[in-house]
């Protein structure tokens, strides 16, 4: 206990666990998912759907490359940027030692931020992001988050040619990436607030429910939310989750329910909305690519037409890996919030 | 092409590549090693010293985590701040989904970003953690990284019961870790500038030569950062990379030297300090602990001390995984620059 630390209150502080942007704006972004999820839900705010969730590549990890680097393409086209252009690259993937993500950096030259957050990453991405933009350390930042079916499925579970047996309560990994550029001007939706997520643990070990093990971290950011900013469920037109899935979503409502704020019909989970019941994809969707894609697809398209004013996106990830588990862990799990606003 | 951006120049940007920080200080920090790297060069920089790298675990994984928890813990210590007071933690390791930094984060209950840029990890933390001080976004922020031997080895190549032969340009995992507590005020050193690292591949393919793969990613940081500061190596006391170890220190000073720039003795690598060469440690030490030790533990110390004013570090990161080495590919590599200033 050498020094003492002078108590100052940082200026973009609101709350003991939010901050406020006074001039973020998502100047482009783009969704690109492969062809499963381009038959689900949500085809029609997808930017580009792959006819092959391959991409002509001889591995799923090199498929999933192009997803990622196709949406920041488009992302950047509809900013009107070019790569050099861009001060910091900030991406994260699912794949160990973000491969995926790496990869695209090396393609893209930007100045590399790698980030993991597992299925929230999308979020920590555009959280930081923002705070560099907003702090004047950045012009314009480009976010990006990718996931793959096949390149999940292998890593996390089990080579998808064994053909295993799903459970009810599986979430199916997105194959896309979403992608968004970040700048003090633009003509997208304002980023305002963020809310950081902490670790949150409840001792759930069942790596085939991850809904529920995500759904707390969900509702302890949602609450602190609230509490930092004053606002209530009323002040937004969607509360976006994701990706929770049926299961996480009806334990979410009831964590939320239980602390005495009722979500009425304001909430929509991004995994419950990707994918069609005949699909059958378990609980729903997963994947860094789902909140990604489900942001930056459905949210910000329904905030142009004019249907969303104001949106809270509180992506959640299962920040387990395969050995923890084996090692009898239980999973821990995070969600951050974004507030977006027209 | 929908939109066009305004080009402002960010205020705190300086040149191309690089930012700027007026307040943020290294107000705690903590090296914490293994008992092999205790009884290397840098024994007397240390703060703690584990007796059993096993740390009295069963798993070197949850070994792992009581490096990383006890370098915060000094940190925080040192800096006189309890966890509750530090706004976010910001932290990454070289397992598979980060699961040290998940598992220690959700121990200290701060929120939560996870990063991965290998062994360069530090370097992005107090990039972004500075970034968050001095944009106002946080008081104080806790930032840290680790890495062990034997997770390492196990998860990148074989299990040591193994006992495979190693080669003279292997290098050998630091097991450790190093926390720093930034805030506005502090007693320890300034953290002025940062360049931060683009994805440089040139190709090689060789994981049991990872200096020569990232020399280039420190030369061309350095570069970038001298350009762009219009300082030159005599400004600075100390040019501190790593871990490039022996083969990927040659290499740096070659393709420095190439370029025009002459580094005198202001040279150490990180990788070749850490062990002596009766350790048998290859072409050196490497890990995401070996800066984070080497920084917080020997350069802060010297600059305690009086012997450096000003400390140039360019942690280095290989950001290959074993799956992408399997699979043909070169290994991209990068390196972050932060200047310390006492």
Known sequence: MSA????????????????AFDQVRIAGRAAVVGPHEGKGNLTAYFDHIAADPMWGESSAERAERHYLRTACRLALEAAGVRPEDVNYFLAGDLLNQLITSNFV?????????????ACATIAEGLALGAALVDGG?????????SSHYQTAERQYRYPIELNVQRKPTNHWTTTGAGAALLARDGAGP?????TAGRVIDYGLKDVNDMGSAMAPAAADTLLRHLADTGRHVGDYDL?????????????????????????????KDGGVMMFKPEQQA?????????????IFGYAIKEMERGRY???????TGSL????SYQQGESIPTISHAVVLEW
């Open 309 to 315: 004013r104001r949106v809270l996106c509180l992506p």
């Open 137 to 145: 350390f950045a012009d314009r930042v480009l976010v990006g988050a």
């Open 105 to 117: 950096a090396h393609s893209l030259g930007i100045p590399f931020y790698g980030l993991f957050n």
């Open 239 to 267: 509360i976006l989750t994701g990706d929770l899935g049926r299961q996480g979503s009806k334990m979410f409502r009831m964590l939320v329910k239980e602390a005495g704020i009722t979500l009425g019909g304001k909430h």
């Open 282 to 294: 378990g609980a729903g969707a997963s994947g860094a690519a789902c909140s990604a894609t489900v």
């Open 320 to 323: 387990h890996s395969p050995l």
């Open 4 to 19: 003492t630390i002078t108590p100052a209150t940082a200026a973009k502080r609101v709350g003991n666990f939010t901050v």
């Open 190 to 194: 304002r980023l305002t607030l963020h």
